[in-house]
């Protein structure tokens, strides 16, 4: 995420993190939880939760407790439309058809990756797209590929003092990050990812035990063609 301007709305900011911190439970959520996990008021959440569901952005269920609402899918379809997302969904499929391995793309968020596709071998790709949640980013792939692409000082930011999964301290991570950026791939727990920059920052990969530092010569050509045929879809 880029940085605050001088004079941010706090109100926004917090609605937004309200209507994220929502969805990213699997179960309907009530006010006074949400409030915990967030570290906010519990009547300011009330209050946003309240104007969320107005929108229909949200629902309030029998339980009194907040669930998507159906403005929710609405907003994801245009959003997916936008960001050109779809465009890159046939080299995609032309990729996990070819190695029939875990086939993935994500984009960052904060200290996560947010997959938008993800196919399992032999899996049908109807269940490909918006199939996974929200994964720790030092645990993936295309999380380490999304994280070297950001300034050192963003990286430091968000995980200074704090656990950083994999990685026993903030400077082993850092060392990683140095690493992929001089070779220009991402070699992470089974799997090898690049990034594309251009209509939106992502990153996509294959994932397989079969993957490692002896055999990426085998699988980066097949991954470079695919980022080819990604950004020809774009017209780049």
């Known amino acids: 995420m880029a940085a605050l301007p001088k004079q941010p709305n706090q109100s926004v900011i917090d609605g937004i993190r309200c209507l994220q911190g929502v969805v990213a439970h699997a179960q309907p959520v009530g006010v006074s939880e949400l409030a915990g996990d967030l570290g906010l008021e519990t009547t300011r959440v009330h209050r946003l939760l309240r104007t969320l569901a ?31 997302f779809y465009k890159a969904i046939g080299p995609l499929e032309a990729l996990h058809a070819e190695l029939n391995v875990i086939t993935a793309m994500g984009v960052l968020w904060g200290r996560s990756v947010s997959y938008l596709f993800h196919a399992d071998p032999d899996q049908p790709l109807s269940k490909a797209i918006g199939s996974f949640g929200l994964w720790p980013a030092t645990e993936a792939g295309l999380g380490i590929a999304l994280l070297a692409l950001q300034p050192v000082e963003k990286v430091i930011s968000l995980y200074q003092g704090g656990d950083i999964p994999m990685f026993k301290n903030l400077d082993g991570l850092l060392k990683k990050l140095e690493k992929v950026r001089t070779c220009g791939y991402t070699q992470h727990n089974n799997t090898l990812a690049l990034v594309i920059e251009g209509p939106f920052e992502a990153a996509f990969g294959v994932s397989s035990p079969d993957i490692g530092p002896k055999t990426v010569s085998r699988y980066l050509p097949v991954l470079e063609r695919c980022r080819e045929n990604i950004l020809k879809e774009f017209g780049l």
Request: aromatic share 6%.
């Open 54 to 84: 107005h929108m229909g952005l949200l629902c309030w269920t029998e339980k009194r407790k907040y669930a998507p609402g159906p403005a929710l899918p609405v907003l994801a379809t245009q959003t997916l439309h936008a960001s050109g």
